[in-house]
């Protein structure tokens, strides 16, 4: 029936391409004989932006959500652990299910732009399909092979990134070609984020994969519906032809949808009919998520503040011996009276004892050489470029980047990273915004590099982001010009195998946390000297939220 349909509308439209027909007015007609009470009214408007499905990810999406009105950004992540450095929330995860184009991802960009939350993971089970064998990719190319049956999924790595992701963690997604049915050799990094949108047409088909699922969600449209909205993203974004489409439809789609699919309505908490166009059901969906993130706010900072931190300082902690030079250095760049170039190089100076002290912690298989280079005899260490394990810095923007050159100077071919983590003027809580981590850093050696250190926070963040990447916590250095005690407790009872150097230790915080005495704020207003402009050829990962 559904095959005479398009037939017919194809000889009456006379277009030379199917991709055309198919938005031609007169199909509508053809379909249903009134062109006032036509499909096409169902349809998405013409103008309106369409997932484009040749792949299942984009490698160069961009990590925001445009809309109409404003632009989402998935920056700007408040803390996602709590006072002691553990996981102190895990994410809201949202279900969503429904046939094959019954509008779930419509309806789940609906449920972004309504929540208005910066930090958000759409996740779609079209990138977690099987990699076909030879014989199973001849059976796709005839339309003979079933994708929308259980097995088609690989259901454990499905429920071990979702899990990742709910406890906050960074994961990497497959990312599915649909032309080749093969999954591209570079996998996309997402980041943990408050809120997940897991959508897909068997997403209630594993009871692992419900259990993870906060909120369960089935998108119910008209099956006629369905069928048009299919034909025209499988033609006009995945290059297939009329017949195999219908083909398939009537062979997989529909028998899979009345036999896996429909049943799992009763498991839903709320079944949304007519897809993204019914607001009502998305304003009652928006209102509990958002009474649901209210109830998982967290005060970090504040925690850290009132923290009563009366033990002695940690084990963990190395203070850069006070030799007559670093107080000296000291004397210099805490002085109110210094000049800004003054400021500049006699920071240096103490940056890089700072890190040649921050050297001799790694481990005995890293070569470090002593080298006399300075005309008092004094000792200068270079870390060979035969170095194992790989050593990584990883700078906390904007101030941390001043440290930069100073390692780049000890270690010649050293990878650097960087994390930018500012704090909001309305919670005074930090917030990441920018995450930019070369590949493959579990394995490394990092130095951790933030001029001041205060409450810790921005710190004890920086710590979790690696952690989350899989980084071992005694591989972890927190090498930093000054710090306060509140910070330095902070870190270490959170973290107590990360090793904390600085060359100084201040004892107390001013009404505004700022390190007293400390150095002021020049150390900010300085970082114009840090590390080169990043250059295109490192090995570096592009972050995506």
């Not at 028998?255 to 049943?263: K, M, V």
Request: glycine content about 6%; hydrophobic content about 35%; some cysteine.
């Amino acid at each position: 029936m559904y095959k005479m349909y398009v037939l017919q509308h194809l000889t009456r439209c006379q277009t030379p391409r199917c991709v055309q027909a198919l938005t031609c007015p007169c199909f509508a007609v053809c379909c249903s004989g009134s062109g006032e009470d036509s499909l096409d009214r169902l349809l998405p408007p013409s103008g309106a932006p369409r997932r484009k499905s040749a792949t299942s990810l984009s490698k160069t999406e961009p990590p925001l959500l445009r809309t109409g009105t404003r632009t989402i950004y998935t920056a700007g992540r408040p803390p996602w652990y709590d006072e002691h450095g553990a996981q102190s929330k895990e994410a809201f995860v949202i279900g969503l299910c429904g046939g094959s184009a019954s509008g779930k991802t419509t309806v789940a960009n609906k449920i972004i732009e309504a929540l208005d939350v910066p930090w958000v993971v759409l996740l779609s089970m079209d990138s977690f399909y099987k990699v076909l064998s030879p014989e199973e990719q001849a059976l796709a190319a005839s339309n003979d092979y079933n994708f929308d049956h259980p097995g088609a999924f690989d259901f454990e790595l499905l429920v071990a990134t979702l899990r990742k992701l709910k406890q906050g963690k960074s994961v990497k997604i497959p990312v599915y070609d649909f032309t080749t049915h093969r999954r591209q050799k570079d996998w996309k990094n997402v980041y943990g984020a408050s809120v997940i949108i897991f959508e897909g047409i068997m997403s209630f088909a594993d009871k692992e994969l419900l259990q993870l699922l906060d909120m369960k969600i089935f998108v119910d449209t008209d099956s006629d519906i369905r069928l048009v909205r299919r034909l025209r993203r499988d033609i006009t974004e995945r290059g297939r032809d009329i017949e195999g489409v219908i083909k398939q439809y009537n062979k997989f789609v529909k028998p899979a949808f009345e036999q896996y699919i429909e049943p799992t309505m009763r498991l839903a908490d709320i079944v949304v009919p007519r897809g993204g166009g019914n607001m009502v059901a998305i304003d009652l969906i928006v209102q509990h998520v958002h009474s649901q993130l209210e109830e998982r706010e967290l005060s970090v900072r504040a925690l850290l503040a009132s923290a009563q931190q009366t033990q002695p300082l940690p084990q963990t902690l190395s203070v850069l011996e006070s030799t007559p030079q670093v107080r000296g250095l000291h004397t210099i760049i805490r002085s109110k009276e210094t000049s800004r170039d003054e400021f500049i190089f006699y920071s240096k100076r103490l940056m890089r004892l700072l890190i040649e002290h921050a050297l001799t912690f790694l481990p005995s298989q890293v070569s470090v050489t002593s080298t006399r280079v300075c005309p008092q005899g004094s000792c200068h260490h270079t870390c060979s470029a035969a170095s194992s394990p790989q050593i990584t810095g990883v700078s906390i923007l904007r101030a941390g980047e001043t440290m930069e050159p100073a390692l780049r100077a000890v270690c010649k071919d050293v990878r650097i990273g960087k994390i930018l983590i500012q704090t909001n003027l309305d919670s005074g809580e930090p917030e990441l915004h920018y995450l930019r981590l070369p590949k493959d850093i579990s394995e490394d050696h990092v130095i951790l590099m933030d001029s001041t250190v205060s409450t810790g926070a921005a710190a004890m963040m920086a710590v979790r982001v690696l952690l989350d990447h899989e980084v071992q916590e005694d591989k972890i250095m927190l090498v930093s010009l000054l710090m306060a005690e509140l910070g330095v407790h902070s870190v270490a009872y959170a973290f107590p195998k990360v090793k904390i150097i600085t060359t100084a230790v201040d004892k107390s915080l001013d009404d505004n946390l700022h390190v007293i005495p400390g150095i002021g704020k020049q150390i900010n207003t300085h970082t114009h000297y840090g590390s080169d402009s990043w250059s295109d050829e490192e090995d570096q990962e592009q972050p995506s939220y």
